[in-house]
């Protein structure tokens, strides 16, 4: 054998030792010791998730905090570099959704989690690079775009990774529980970017007179470096790759049993290659292409109050002064709005709790009316956001009171748009593909969520700038997101009454 030949060979092994799916190993222990090792694992695995995930949404979600304060960045520019990110990431996710049923998580994971890390962290370079190499607007938008996509390409890995960890650890009767409480860490993860961001920001320009903007991104970054590290030892791909039995198996989980048609259906699937079954169940599925077009609503609706709130509040209270520099803006910035914002994820918090007990015991089990409801009211709420922010409200006049209507039109917002974006994408898209494609099948779902999100982002900084200039605050805005929210509604009927495929608790 050739030295070039073995050398291939020795890469292609290492390759597989690190980032292919691992082999199932014999289960060797008795009954009590494997439970007591599952429970070890699988708490592991979900707090480790969790933490990865919360920390990934702090070097997302800094970039709302950051933008509206960056000297000479518009609501156009904002618009178009958070729609390049929402298409890398919607892209992303799908084909990173695709390698992560055949790949390892132990490893594939945390990588990914570093170098979404590294790639923010560019974005900190962003005035200097401006300022000493470009000194052009439209250059300083191009790298922008160009790391907040890679970045987000490299965070579009993790919740295929995530997904397939809560199928495979988690079992069929109490996954959608552990699914909503790992969800939190979408909500708990943005509600802490928002609110620590500005603090960051003014001590550091406390302390060094300058690198307020850049401490936003490099905090983040840091941290996600650490857990990335600590991942690797922390995380373990499925229970039969350590020598456990299935989940179902160690759970003792009572499953539906199939019918003669249903057993003939899955003998058939086993002799059918990925590709195949990503076809049948996800790219064909009917079911799947109109959870996905809820999902391309949900986001639009979702991400547009998220990311933009707090600049139209921001632009809303700073209309009739001119800060020079980044350190007048941010003495000026009241902390309060950036609280406000905040308010959508502390809230949407307990949506993403609760979503699991609103579809099963509210609505029995079903998962469309749940959505429907959810969205509809979400969108009515809207009224009171403009009610509470717009200077010429002709209702809410008195300063507290206004205050007041905010935070909670926003805090009904956050909670109902929460419950559709754990369940479309989530547990819905699941339930009604194949366990063996997963990951392909929130992906394929998020690919089309995110390029709302993308489309959404575009919109928004166009009609935005309309709004002000034509009416003096954001009513165009609100009602293009109520909009949309009610057509997401309306999607959910075609739906009503689809029930969870039996294959995938098999």
């Known amino acids: 054998m050739s030295t070039k030949i073995k050398n291939t060979l020795q890469k292609n092994t290492l390759w597989s030792r690190i980032f292919s799916e691992p082999k199932a190993l014999p289960v060797t222990q008795n009954k009590t010791a494997v439970f007591h090792r599952y429970i070890f694992w699988r708490n592991s695995i979900f707090v480790t998730s969790y933490l990865i995930y919360l920390i990934a949404y702090l ?107 809560l199928v495979r650890w988690f079992p069929n009767s109490t996954r959608s529980i552990w699914w909503a409480r790992w969800s939190t860490s979408h909500e708990f993860g943005s509600f802490i970017a928002m609110n620590i961001s500005l603090p960051i920001a003014a001590t550091t320009e406390h302390f060094f007179g300058k690198y307020g903007i850049e401490a936003m991104f490099i905090v983040p970054f840091i941290l996600s470096m650490l857990i990335g590290i600590v991942s690797i030892f922390s995380l373990r791909d499925r229970p039969i790759s350590i020598g456990l039995p299935d989940v179902e198996e160690i759970c003792s989980t009572k499953i539906p049993e199939l019918t003669d048609e249903e057993i003939k259906e899955q003998n058939k699937d086993a002799n059918l290659t990925y590709f195949q079954i990503l076809k049948k169940y996800v790219l064909k599925n009917k079911v799947i292409w109109n959870l996905s077009l809820i999902y391309f609503c949900v986001y639009v609706f979702r991400n547009g109050p998220v990311d933009w709130i707090f600049k139209i509040l921001v632009d809303q209270q700073n209309s009739n002064q001119n800060f020079k520099t980044f350190s007048e803006t941010l003495q000026n910035s009241n902390s309060l709005d950036a609280f406000k914002a905040s308010t959508l994820c502390l809230i949407g918090f307990f949506g993403t709790l609760f979503a699991p007990f609103i579809s099963e015991k509210l609505f029995k089990g079903k998962r469309a009316p749940a959505n429907f409801w959810c969205l509809l009211i979400g969108a009515t709420s809207l009224v009171g956001v403009w009610l509470g922010s717009s200077p010429f409200s002709p209702i809410v006049n008195n300063l507290t009171l206004k205050n007041i209507v905010v935070f909670t039109s926003l805090g009904v917002a956050g909670f109902m748009v929460c419950v559709p974006q754990v369940l479309v994408g989530g547990i819905c898209a699941i339930e009604s593909s194949s366990k063996r494609v997963a990951s392909a099948a929130t992906g394929f779902a998020s690919l089309l969520g995110y390029l709302g999100s993308a489309f959404g982002h575009v919109v928004n900084g166009f009609i935005l700038n309309i709004s002000k200039n034509n009416y003096g605050d954001a009513r165009l805005i609100l009602l293009y997101w109520g909009l949309v929210a009610i057509l997401g509604a309306l999607l959910c009927v075609p739906i009503w009454n689809v029930k969870v495929n039996k294959e995938y608790s098999h």
């Open 59 to 165: 070097c997302r979600k800094n970039f709302n905090i950051a933008a509206p304060l960056t000297s000479g960045f518009n609501s156009k520019d904002m618009g178009i570099v958070l729609a390049v990110g929402s298409i890398a990431y919607g892209i992303g996710k799908f084909i990173n959704g695709s390698f992560a049923d055949k790949s390892n998580v132990r490893f594939a994971l945390p990588i990914n989690a570093m170098l979404a890390g590294i790639c923010s962290a560019l974005m900190a370079f962003t005035p200097w690079i401006n300022k000493n190499l470009f000194k052009s607007h439209t250059a300083m938008i191009v790298y922008m775009c160009l790391f907040w996509g890679v970045s987000q390409w490299f965070q579009s890995a993790l919740f295929p990774y995530c997904a397939k960890s």
